[in-house]
C-alpha cells in the first residue's frame, strides 16, 4: 500500500505543476509582460506605398492645421533619429502631406530641413492611414519591408512629447539591434 501512495505522490509532483500551467493560460491569469513602450498594432499593415524601402521609418501624417501636438510630432521626428547616433543612417522620418489646406507650417521645405523626408501621399494612402487603429493621430514606425508594426498616439505637453521621444528612441534601439535588416 506504500508503495501505491509514493508512485500516486511522484506521479502528482510532475503532473500537477502541467495542470496549473495549462489552467493559468487558459483562463488568461497571467498577463505576459511587454517591452515595447509603443502600442503595437493587433495585426502589421504591410504598405507598399513607403518612400524610403530599406530603412526603418518614422511616418507621420501632417494634418490640414497644425497644432500643439502636431509640433510635438514634428519635434520627435527630428529629434529621434539624431539621438540614434551611428544607427542614425537606418532610419528616416517621413511626413506624409495631403496637398490640401494650410499646415500651419511656413513650407514643407521647412520641415524638410529638420531632418525628415515630405511625400505628397495621394487619396488612397491617406484612406489607408486613417483606417490604422490610431488614425492619423499617431507616429508609426514601419520596418525596412514596409510593415507598419507599432503606433505612437500623439501628446500634447513638453514633458509628454519628451517622454515619447525618449519612448520612442528606446524601442527603435532594440528594433535595431535585433534587425538585420535595414
Same mark, same amino acid.
Given at each position: @500500500? $506504500?508503495?501505491?501512495?509514493? %508512485? +500516486?505522490? *511522484? /506521479?502528482?509532483?510532475?503532473?500537477?505543476?502541467?495542470?496549473?500551467?495549462? #489552467?493559468?493560460?487558459?483562463?488568461?491569469?497571467?498577463?505576459?509582460?511587454?517591452?515595447?513602450?509603443?502600442?503595437?498594432?493587433?495585426?502589421?499593415?504591410?504598405?507598399?506605398?513607403?518612400? @524610403? $524601402?530599406?530603412?526603418?521609418? %518614422? +511616418?507621420? *501624417? /501632417?494634418?490640414?492645421?497644425?497644432?500643439?501636438?502636431?509640433?510635438?510630432? #514634428?519635434?520627435?521626428?527630428?529629434?529621434?533619429?539624431?539621438?540614434?547616433?551611428?544607427?542614425?543612417?537606418?532610419?528616416?522620418?517621413?511626413?506624409?502631406?495631403?496637398?490640401?489646406?494650410?499646415?500651419?507650417?511656413?513650407?514643407?521645405?521647412?520641415?524638410?530641413?529638420?531632418?525628415?523626408?515630405?511625400?505628397?501621399?495621394?487619396?488612397?494612402?491617406?484612406?489607408?492611414?486613417?483606417?490604422?487603429?490610431?488614425?492619423?493621430?499617431?507616429?508609426?514606425?514601419?520596418?525596412?519591408?514596409?510593415?507598419?508594426?507599432?503606433?505612437?498616439?500623439?501628446?500634447?505637453?513638453?514633458?509628454?512629447?519628451?517622454?515619447?521621444?525618449?519612448?520612442?528612441?528606446?524601442?527603435?534601439?532594440?528594433?535595431?539591434?535585433?534587425?538585420?535588416?535595414?
Amino acid at each position: @500500500m $506504500r508503495k501505491h501512495i509514493n %508512485l +500516486v505522490l *511522484l /506521479l502528482l509532483l510532475f503532473v500537477l505543476p502541467v495542470v496549473v500551467a495549462k #489552467l493559468v493560460l487558459d483562463n488568461h491569469w497571467y498577463q505576459g509582460g511587454a517591452i515595447n513602450r509603443g502600442q503595437l498594432l493587433d495585426e502589421p499593415v504591410v504598405t507598399d506605398w513607403l518612400g @524610403m $524601402r530599406g530603412k526603418w521609418q %518614422l +511616418v507621420y *501624417l /501632417l494634418p490640414e492645421a497644425c497644432d500643439a501636438r502636431c509640433q510635438g510630432a #514634428l519635434f520627435n521626428l527630428r529629434q529621434v533619429p539624431q539621438a540614434m547616433g551611428a544607427e542614425q543612417e537606418r532610419i528616416v522620418s517621413l511626413v506624409l502631406v495631403s496637398g490640401q489646406g494650410d499646415t500651419g507650417l511656413p513650407s514643407a521645405e521647412q520641415v524638410q530641413a529638420g531632418g525628415s523626408t515630405v511625400l505628397a501621399a495621394p487619396d488612397p494612402v491617406l484612406a489607408q492611414i486613417r483606417a490604422l487603429e490610431f488614425g492619423a493621430q499617431a507616429i508609426y514606425i514601419s520596418d525596412p519591408q514596409g510593415n507598419v508594426m507599432l503606433a505612437y498616439p500623439l501628446v500634447e505637453g513638453q514633458i509628454q512629447v519628451l517622454a515619447q521621444g525618449k519612448d520612442m528612441l528606446r524601442d527603435l534601439k532594440r528594433l535595431l539591434k535585433v534587425s538585420k535588416i535595414g
